[in-house]
């Protein structure tokens, strides 16, 4: 009876342990996981390549400005940072144009862009709507608002050495930007009747910040090729230990960026491991609330890495990709 | 009946090891076998206060291999059926502790050596035309060459990875600028654009573009990877993907590398292991995305003499 006993606690303890170890292994029990069934993929915008009303510009091969290592479609598309109707805006730069369609991706209107001496269309690379009847285009070294009818508003410079790649937040007060290629996030003050922009605050070495309020930011790193870490950090202080949250998988990560929040301020990290896509929904106070896992057919034809997704108030996600001579802009929502 | 069922278990295991490991690596698919000894048209080998093998080797568009055989001050030149052609030699100077070559669309070959810190410019018959570059710690001047690469409008690239930087000169050996560059590797696109690494401790490493007509550079994407030591930029494909390659475990220990391979939209698609092996520039990737790899055989322990250098095409 005794060594029966003895037995059947040994099988306990080993099935304990399986247990244990592949619960810590997947990261906990916790966060939930949504597997591709569960999210419903709409394909709301899709483009031809070209100059007409339903085209976006795109480079062809044969094109001088082709490139092997950067978009050749769209220069930038976002969704409104507004809380109340969102819309989506399409940046067709070349075409000196934005294109601005309702959430289910039915067509707007167009706000047209003329070129000049102070806006040269080609080195146009995002944009930015916070809603109402001003949208935000810029280049890396300006930024430029525009009323519905394409008038300009205001033209505003950035300091030398910025660079900007993405406007991360913009009033009539302050702009926070990112400039990705010196990886720095930095705050600037508008100051009436001046076009120079202000440097207020920068901080440095940060890889896709977002924004959860106007002195703290989120930023990713990928310390080793399994561990995605994600750092609260704050613009006034810089403390060695930081407020972060690991995520650990199997597989090598790449292509890791944060691509916007919804109402609730969670931000949502989208990462790959191998070629499933995975978007992790993340509280500002740095819990993992979800993981949302899917196969992504379309992640390869992607090359605008700051401006190809965004997220809605309501949690769904947009990405915009390219299909042989297509823009498609694809909607992502739980079913 | 207990110990039968442990020692089945210990073969599964292995089994299943193998068969993963099997996985793991890449396909090899041929490779050409260049002797090591003391003949003159064989590869050299020197043992001083260090082993000393061939520096590395490239491939031309024709398929012709070049292996820079320091320890005998020449360089190997092998049709792309694996024929022994020409041997490169002449002034003892010239090819001494010669470490990367390259070749300019006239044909004339540019040899890097450390011993005068210089790039020289030879004819077919080895004969000097001119030199780039000098030994210190000025902007125009090297302290070290990793690689060189001729641009097509003729201009010198010339990575000193001790420096930390790319130097690039003009045909006539004019310093033109310095590009700082911390990652050991780069390549030239057709059209002259240089695609490098940057590596910084709280960001991690990135691959970065410079345009021929651009005072900046652009970063394509960021790797992260920020603990990672020891990853050296191979090259890119026709197809703009990205190849590059960091060693397993302990990078002065490791037997073994992975190839890491990423597409222009920075998904990593695909990466393998190969031998570690001890050439100061182990991998050549060609335009159609082949990696090809030099290894050296140790047989009977890594401390004999190696007798041959196999260039593996995976």
């Known amino acids: 009876m005794n060594v029966n006993f003895h037995f059947n606690l040994k099988q306990f303890a080993v099935l304990f342990f399986i247990i244990a170890a592949w619960a810590l292994s997947s990261g906990g029990l916790s966060p939930k996981l949504t597997f591709g069934a569960e999210i419903a993929g709409e394909t709301i915008i899709t483009q031809n390549s070209g100059g007409a009303q339903e085209d976006v510009y795109m480079a062809a091969p044969e094109d001088l400005n082709h490139s092997d290592y950067f978009s050749n479609s769209i220069a930038a598309f976002c969704i409104s940072d507004s809380s109340e109707v969102q819309n989506l805006y399409l940046l067709d730069a070349m075409n000196g144009r934005i294109k601005k369609f309702t959430t289910e991706g039915n067509f707007i209107s167009i706000i047209k862009i003329n070129s000049s001496d102070e806006v040269k269309l080609n080195e146009l690379c995002g944009i930015y709507s916070a809603g109402g009847n001003v949208t935000a285009v810029h280049s890396q070294n300006s930024i430029l608002t525009l009323n519905s009818a394409g008038e300009k508003i205001l033209k505003l410079n950035f300091p030398a050495g910025f660079e900007c790649r993405k406007i991360l937040k913009m009033n009539e007060k302050t702009i926070t930007a990112y400039d990705y290629d010196n990886s720095i996030i930095a705050r600037f003050e508008i100051t009436a009747g001046s076009p120079e922009l202000k440097k207020l605050a920068e901080y ?20 080793s090729p399994d561990s995605l870490f994600v750092y609260g950090r704050s613009f006034s202080a810089r403390v060695k230990n930081e407020a972060y949250i690991k995520l650990k998988t199997n597989e090598a990560i790449s292509q890791f960026k944060i691509i916007g929040s919804d109402a609730a301020s969670n931000i949502y990290l989208r990462y790959c491991t191998g070629i499933i896509e995975n978007i992790a929904v993340i509280s500002p106070d740095l819990r993992l609330i979800e993981t949302i896992v899917f196969e992504a057919k379309h992640i390869a034809n992607r090359a605008n890495l700051l401006y190809d997704e965004c997220v809605g108030r309501d949690g769904s996600i947009y990405a915009a990709y390219h299909e042989k001579n297509k823009l498609i802009i694809k909607k992502l929502i739980k079913k | 009946m207990k110990f039968k069922n442990i020692i089945l278990k210990i073969h599964i295991f292995f089994i299943a090891f193998f068969l993963f490991s099997c996985l793991c690596r890449a396909e090899e698919n041929g490779a050409l076998n260049i002797p090591i000894s003391d003949d003159l048209q064989h590869a050299g080998f020197l043992t001083s206060y260090k082993r000393h093998y061939p520096y590395g080797f490239k491939i031309l568009r024709d398929g012709s291999l070049y292996l820079v055989n320091t320890p005998k001050k020449s360089v190997m030149q092998f049709d792309f059926m694996g024929r022994h052609i020409k041997t490169y030699s002449g002034k003892d100077e010239n090819f001494s502790s010669c470490t990367d070559i390259c070749f300019d669309n006239d044909g004339m070959l540019y040899v890097a050596s450390l011993e005068s810190m210089q790039v020289i410019k030879l004819d077919m018959l080895s004969n000097e035309i001119s ?175 190696p007798t041959k250098i196999s260039i593996k095409k995976y």
């Open chain 2, 131 to 305: 030199r780039f570059g000098s030994y210190g710690t000025g902007e125009s001047a090297l302290k070290s060459i990793y690689q060189i690469e001729i641009a097509g409008g003729k201009k010198l690239f010339v990575q000193d990875t001790l420096s930390g930087k790319i130097n690039v000169y003009s045909s006539a050996g004019t310093f033109i600028k310095k590009i700082e560059c911390n990652v050991a590797g780069f390549y030239l696109t057709a059209k002259g654009q240089l695609i490098y690494m940057r590596h910084s401790p709280a960001c991690g490493y990135s691959i970065n573009f410079l345009d021929s007509n651009a005072r900046t550079p652009r970063k394509i994407f960021a790797l992260g990877m920020n603990a990672v030591a020891g990853l050296e930029f191979i090259g890119c494909d026709q197809k703009g993907n990205f190849y590059m390659a960091a060693p397993i475990g302990h990078p002065f220990s490791s037997k073994e590398k992975e190839v890491i391979v990423y597409n222009s939209s920075a998904i990593r698609f695909s990466n393998y292991r190969v031998k570690n092996s001890a050439l100061g520039r182990q991998f050549f990737i060609f335009g159609d995305g082949s990696l090809y790899s030099a290894e050296p055989d140790t047989p009977n322990g890594s401390d004999s003499r």
């Open chain 1, 204 to 223: 440095e070495d940060v890889l896709f910040p977002w924004l959860i309020s106007n002195e703290r930011f989120l930023s990713c790193s990928l310390i």
